[in-house]
């Protein structure tokens, strides 16, 4: 599966996907394990009913769905204008960046969670706006659907054709 890691001696070596960085990857892999251990599942590069791709959803016990948008550097923030639209998709919407990003640059209203490949912090709690009932079905579903495909093609990928 695309979001496993392994050891090769004494370093990690993070999966390559093609579409993050490795900074990225790094960030992304910290936010889940911080998420796992709030007790929520995720799922990496969701793609939404409006044609964008998530970086990192998560979803809790209660169903709260939280979408956190990976920063790998100034450049990257600058030049995507595209989280704005992530917020008709969840309840909380998160920003996750390394330690030395430029913080002051990323929008109050949102929250902040700094990460590296070994784990996240929360250093702002993002507003809650809870999603009408239509659209957290429809995201949920999509979740469980791109969760479960990958699952499937991680142990047959020949009989995944199709679903992916």
Known sequence: MGDMASRAG?????PEDGRQSPVALAVQRGVRRLFAGLGQVTVTELTLASGRRADVV????????????????????RTDG????????CDRLFF??????????LPEATGLIVADQYGAAVLREAPL????????????????????????????????????
């Open 10 to 14: 004494s370093v990690l070596v993070l």
């Open 58 to 77: 998560a979803l809790a016990p209660d169903g709260r769905i939280t979408v956190v948008e990976v920063k790998s550097c100034l450049a990257d923030f």
């Open 82 to 89: 595209k989280w704005q639209d992530y917020r008709a998709y």
């Open 96 to 105: 996750a960046v390394t330690d030395d990003f430029p913080q002051e640059v």
């Open 129 to 164: 706006h809870p999603l009408p009932g239509a659209r957290r079905k429809e995201v949920t579903l999509r979740f469980a659907r791109a969760a479960a495909s990958r699952l499937h093609a991680a142990f047959d990928p020949e009989g995944a054709r199709g679903i992916i």
